[in-house]
């Protein structure tokens, strides 16, 4: 699939075709997240460096699980 590059004010844009951005689940005004893989790069709506943190808290409050039950009493 193909995607152009086009000149958006003083910036450079990717126009997403339709169906990618269905399949991506984002409208005009989202913010999509650019990750560099070896092959290249990925697009995703959604923030990698979040979900890290997430799965850090995750890992921390099943850890800390009985002492988080406490605090919250």
Request: hydrophobic share 35%.
């Amino acid at each position: 699939m193909r995607a152009k590059v086009t000149k958006i004010g003083n910036s450079t844009g990717v126009i997403l075709p339709k169906a990618v951005a269905e399949r991506l689940k984002v409208k005009q005004g989202d913010v999509v997240y650019l990750t560099e893989t070896p092959s290249g790069y990925t697009v995703t709506p959604y923030n990698p460096e979040f979900a890290e943190q997430m799965e850090a808290a995750r890992q921390g409050m099943s850890e800390y699980r009985n002492a988080l039950h406490e605090l919250a009493k």
